[in-house]
């Protein structure tokens, strides 16, 4: 079941009706930081709320709008998915899919950080547009104030069994009606396919000289969330990876990473 996170964070989606971002500052701890790939870290309900300023003037003035909002969280911890929407240098609609992950803190929010789909954002701006930055929020948000719950159980073990190479003994972990995303490969449903994936994983990363290391992790008792990177001979690609956790085994691994990049770094 959904916990109260979860309607903090829905808060977000819903101010995008109108735009108001400086309504949502009211949610934020007094020593929050949120994290947007293109302006930085904003530290600080003051800074906070200077970038929301901001945002009240920049997304009307870009043409940008936010759809497809949904959101999972429990107590401490949760995620959200969306799609930017906003026109091109020739008018039309271009859809970036992005991500948002969060901390709470007592009930407020002590962490957020969003994260865009890098090849979406470069058809949207085109070639030379700012590269968003998403390594600078890997493991910002680390503290030993959130203990955890059954996801982040779940997660740990996840990437111990990853960290020994072992991916095929990965499918012990999802459940039968488990969803896998991967940005290169796509959508894996249920156990059987998920297990198919995992399995091809077995020769494919050590065949890529691909390895993974964790940053951090966050998990209540049925949602969460990890930061990571990959490793790949020609240089490193960053990574985020969104759970839900039914009775221990994840129901969702979904991972967003700019997979031009890994791609770049693998040949």
């Known amino acids: ?7 903090t964070i ?3 989606g819903s101010v995008e009706d109108d735009q108001k971002y400086t309504r949502l500052v009211e949610l934020f701890t007094d020593d929050a930081v949120y994290y947007d790939p293109f302006f930085g870290p904003q530290r600080g309900k003051d800074a906070i709320r ?3 300023e901001h945002m009240e003037e920049v997304v009307p003035g870009s043409g940008a709008r936010f759809d497809e909002w949904h959101s999972e969280g429990d107590v401490d911890c949760g995620w959200a998915q969306w799609v930017m929407v906003a026109p091109n240098a020739d008018g039309d609609e271009v859809p970036v899919p992005g991500q948002s992950l969060y901390r709470l803190r007592d009930g407020k929010v002590s962490f957020v950080a969003d994260h865009v789909d890098c090849g979406a954002y470069r058809r949207l701006r085109g070639a030379d547009a ?3 930055d998403h390594v600078t929020p890997l493991g910002m948000s680390a503290s030993p104030d959130h203990p955890g719950g059954t996801a982040l159980d779940a997660i740990r073990r996840f990437w111990s069994i990853q960290d020994a190479g072992d991916y095929a003994a990965l499918g012990d972990l999802f459940a039968d009606d488990a969803v896998f995303v991967d940005p290169i490969d796509g959508t894996f449903e249920g156990i059987e396919a998920v297990r198919g994936f995992l399995d091809k994983m077995v020769t494919d ?5 691909a390895t993974f290391e964790l940053v951090d992790a966050a998990g209540d008792e049925n949602v969460g969330w990890s930061q990571w990177w990959c ?3 020609g240089g490193s690609v960053p990574g985020w990876s969104m759970y ?9 691994d979904h991972d967003v990473f700019d997979s031009n ?3 770049a770094a693998n040949s």
């Open 1 to 7: 079941m959904p916990g109260p996170a979860v309607d």
């Open 244 to 252: 839900t956790v039914r009775d221990g085994k994840f129901t969702l």
């Open 205 to 209: 990363m050590p065949a890529m000289g």
């Open 261 to 263: 990049a890994a791609r």
């Open 50 to 52: 200077t970038f929301m």
């Open 10 to 12: 829905q808060r977000f």
């Open 130 to 132: 700012k590269v968003p």
């Open 231 to 233: 490793r790949l001979p």
